[in-house]
């Protein structure tokens, strides 16, 4: 009986294994599951990871659910303390905390001194509530000379104040915020029809878009409990561009075309000819060359080089783990500006694409990138105004592989990166990339001397001025 036994148990196992090897099982799916979210996760620098890791379980959702919901909560307070307190002023708020406090402190213990002072201080409440009733009857208008400036270039704007009534208006105070900072006027008395103008500087500094405005008038008591503000205008933006050089057009491209450049694959229709060959079947009659045809007494056809319009794609990294300083930064966003206002200057197909950025709560990196504006000069510069460096975004090399994938017809590519970056993640960053684009890729560097270096498929520019990438390019073009 045992005997009969056996081989069924056997059997048993035997079909329990064979399961095992046709399917895999659930723990072995759950494991590859964790193992590829793990992997995900590398390199990938925000909110979530800070929070929890690399955790994706209950938990960890449970956990960053609870932290959004407090942020949103907070904000909330937060806007509505910060309508209140546009309203009272830090002595306000200490006035009202110190009135009742007088008022309860004097009654009790019989300080006539602590009682007057809570009347003063009732008094100065009543006067200052006063001095919000009404409204200013002038007009206010803001005017921006330019929209658009060169970093380090001025910028100013323009205030005009006009009283259209039949009374004179006594002066206060305007203000302008300009970008973070703020800029005050004290307006003066204006008589019937008169206008009052005054220009300010808007620093210009800092690449990036500054928001000039809106103009409001405040009005405050002259303790300066509270103050009432009037907003008068709307907002205005200034780009402030970043710094640009010229590049000579052969050397952006690296190329010397019109409207296509030969190559060595060889096409049966384009307009470079290249030479004749046998006829096979499926080839165009009309290629056929019929004096050659006569003389050898076989079809002979017509063999091109097929010719490709240059299409030139910038890649910008925007990961802080490329670039050891903000000036290396900033110099590739010149270079890149620099590159792609010549490329279209010279009305070329061009693509510049920067890294995409994590969301804060994203379980894994998220591989795209973004293309700016190219259509114009300056819709390309402003789109690079903007653009800042980051932790929880791709780095040089992920951005040349979603940009290889995302645009075709590739023949020039230009990586833009910092020192920080390794020859090696040039070099795989290059090979992501279709066999015969050429791929440049500038490292700025402002601490080290301007040089070219040359691999396989790769040549590699390095600049420690913006000045430097004409005669680096130029270089390049020539070897």
Known sequence: MSDRGEPARHATSGRVARGQSGHPSR???SAHFDSAHSTATVGLTNARTRIVG?????????????????????????AWF???SSVITPLGWSMLLVVPAAFTLGYSLGWVELVAVAF?????????????????????????????????????GL??????????????????????????????????????????????????????????????????????????????????HPRTIGIPSTSTGFVRDLEGNPTKDLSNSDVSFHALREYVPGDERRYIHWKSTAKTGTYMVRQFEETRRSHLVIALSLATANYATEEEFEMAVSVTGSLGARAIRDARNVAVVVSEKTPEFAKHKVLAVRHLNTRTRARLLDDLAVVDSAESVLGI?????????????????????????????LRAASTKFPPGVEVIAIVCDPETVPGLRRVAGLSVLTIGYLEDLQKSLARAAAG
Not at 121 to 142: D, H, S, V
Not at 206 to 235: F, K, M, N, Q, Y
Not at 403 to 419: H, K, M, N, P, R
Request: with cysteine.
């Open 27 to 29: 723990s072995s799916t």
């Open 397 to 425: 090399m992920d951005v040349a592989r979603v940009a290889a994938d995302e645009v075709t017809g590739i023949s020039v590519a230009f990586l833009v990166c910092g020192s920080l970056t390794t020859p090696t993640e």
């Open 159 to 240: 205030i005009t104040v006009v009283n259209p009534t039949r009374r004179r208006l006594i002066g206060v105070k305007v203000e302008v915020p300009v970008g973070r900072g703020l800029a005050e006027i004290a307006m003066p008395g204006l008589s019937r029809g008169a206008s009052f103008q005054h220009e300010f500087l808007v620093p210009t500094a800092h690449r990036g878009v500054l928001a000039i405005g809106p103009v409001r008038s405040v009005r405050a008591d002259p303790v300066g409990l509270v103050r009432r503000e009037l907003v008068w205008t709307e907002s205005k933006e200034l780009f402030i």
């Open 82 to 84: 910060r309508r209140i």
């Open 120 to 156: 003063a201080g009732t008094m100065l409440i009543i006067i200052a509530a006063i001095y919000l009733i009404g409204r200013n009857a002038f007009t206010i208008t803001l005017s921006m000379p330019h929209s658009r400036v060169v970093v380090g270039e001025r910028a100013t």
């Open 54 to 78: 690399d955790r994706t379980g209950f938990l960890a959702d449970t956990i960053i659910t609870l932290v959004r919901f407090f942020r949103a909560i907070a904000g909330i307070f937060v």
